[in-house]
């Protein structure tokens, strides 16, 4: 029995939500993924708690996100809630859905299949034991924030070219902890095991078929460890600005077993310290809070300047690519003798003459401009990307015109297990803050949770809007990061 004299009853399912190719989308996210086959199955997967009359609902899923962008519509999250509510008297405030952010080609009947597992799983309650622990994973993900020597941050993408070696200063920081819920049956065997962690499953297998990806792969390795029927859960943390290890590697074929094995491996060796006992403590606290939205037409219009700018700095060269790459390599193997053998220039020089010479100096005059353009096109197509992004979300805002948007913030507790949620992609710095500064020893915060507001960064990181993809691919202004972590001071005090 419990502290409080129940026992926690719990349960989990699991049902296939893998997509096919009739149901893949022109959506940029999936351009790259041959959805005809399926290097693994994406999921949906349900855990119930039930405490007396308090019940809460984990829904976790292999999808980008449930709202805004990926395949899954807008009205998924009201139609699996409003189907509990009718069908399992399930509040809709208690239900909780966390995307993993994987970009994996999801059914279209995905809400059918999400009310499914919820409703198997509460029929399969059973009364668990809670424990809560952490493990340590530091060697698959990098924050893709790129301080600058000249005070600007740029991110490591797939859409542009990274700035020059020379001009990076530092790389910001990852949350190598990894959460972890354990329920126990009563008879010792493993019912679930959630786990928590911040980085973007987003590399792909090498034959480019569709995957659940590091989560996917992560959460097996978990189960057949476990054995005994056990469920894994894989819960998003503040993954925003972290993407995996070897994202841009441009000499092997990606592939996201490697990066799951381990997560799962590493989620084990913390598993197996876990000890459960009988805290049945549950109790979820939900708000919906206004998020200031942000008027981006001053930003907009200097980075229109910019550009105008970097254009003016375009410098006239006889050379094209065609003749600048053999050009590099002769200088960049032989610098004193670029274009010749030695023995041609000692020959002119006992003759008096320098034609070789001269013919290197402008030579390396011409590739200095020609780097010099290649380096501005480098800038233009990072500033023309971010720019794109910024006037989508103003037309947005100016569409709108109340210059707020509504947002989901849950906190969640499991014995000492508490979760914080939000909708936004949540950056590591800002996780990291509300951890330390939280009341309760274990302490996890996820973004991607009951809907899509984009990403939501740090406002160190609004300094920086237009030049990095968190903050430029966002909705929110500099206000919204003090009204979301003062309702969170709140809400871990009372959960």
């Known amino acids: 029995m419990s502290r409080s004299g129940q026992a926690l009853m719990a349960g989990v399912a699991a049902v296939d939500i893998t997509g096919t190719a009739r149901e893949q989308t022109d959506d940029p996210l999936y351009g ?52 509990l509510s009718s069908e399992l008297t399930i509040e809709p405030t208690c239900v909780l859905v966390n995307a993993s952010h994987c970009h994996g080609v999801v059914c279209s009947d995905v809400a059918e299949r999400t009310i499914e597992a919820v ?36 991110d490591v993408r797939h859409a542009y070219s990274l700035p ?3 001009e990076i200063a530092s790389v910001g920081p990852v949350d190598p902890q990894i959460g972890i819920l354990r329920l126990d049956r009563l008879d010792g065997g493993t019912l679930a095991v959630v786990y928590h962690f911040a980085c973007h499953p987003i590399i792909g297998v090498p034959s480019g078929a569709n995957t659940a990806d590091i989560s996917g792969f992560a959460s097996r390795v978990i189960e057949d460890q476990l054995g005994g029927g056990a469920m894994a859960l894989f819960l998003q943390g503040c993954g925003a600005d972290i993407n995996p290890i070897l994202y841009r590697d441009f000499d092997n074929p990606p592939d996201a077993r490697t990066h799951g094995a381990r997560l799962g491996l590493s989620t084990m060796r913390g598993v197996v ?55 590099l390599i002769k200088h960049r193997l032989s610098p004193e003798y670029p274009s010749y053998d030695a023995h041609r220039y000692l020959h002119e020089e006992s003759l008096g003459r320098q034609d070789l010479r001269r013919l290197d100096t402008k030579n390396q005059q ?29 037309r947005r805002f100016i569409e709108d015109g109340t210059g707020f ?47 899509y507001l984009y990403y939501t960064p740090t406002v ?9 993809q968190e903050d430029s691919d966002c909705l929110v202004d500099e206000s919204w990061e003090k009204v979301f972590t003062d309702h969170v001071d709140q809400m871990l005090k009372q959960v």
Do not use: W
């Open 273 to 327: 310290d876990v000890t459960c006992d009988d805290d049945a403590r549950l109790g979820l606290i939900q708000r919906t809070i206004q998020i200031p939205r942000a008027d981006l037409s001053l930003r907009i219009a200097e980075m229109e300047q910019e550009q105008k700018q970097l254009l003016a700095s375009l410098r006239p060269t006889n050379l094209n690519l065609k003749s600048y790459v053999p050009l």
């Open 366 to 394: 011409q590739m200095e401009v020609y780097s010099a353009n290649i380096t501005i096109m480098e800038q233009l197509t990072r500033l023309q990307v971010n720019l794109d992004l910024l006037r989508n979300h103003q």
């Open 164 to 166: 020059p070696d020379d």
């Open 460 to 468: 160190e990181q609004l300094a920086n809007r237009g030049r990095a």
């Open 119 to 154: 409703r198997q799983a509460k029929a399969q309650l059973v009364p668990v034991r809670v424990g809560v622990g952490t493990g340590h994973e530091d060697h698959i993900m990098e924050n893709r924030r790129l301080r600058l020597k000249g005070g600007h941050v740029a």
């Open 405 to 451: 948007i509504d947002a989901e913030v849950v906190a969640l507790r499991v014995g000492d297990f508490v979760l914080v949620t939000f909708p936004g992609e949540l950056s590591v710095e800002l996780g990291l803050r509300i951890k330390a500064d939280s009341p309760h020893a274990h302490t996890f915060v996820s973004g991607v949770t009951n809907g």
């Open 32 to 83: 790259r993924i041959d959805a005809e086959a399926a290097a693994d199955r994406l999921f949906v997967k349900a855990l119930v708690l039930q405490n007396g009359s308090t019940t809460a609902v984990v829904i976790t899923i292999d999808a980008v996100a449930i709202e805004e962008i990926g395949s899954i519509r807008n009205n998924y999250l009201a139609t699996v809630r409003q189907a």
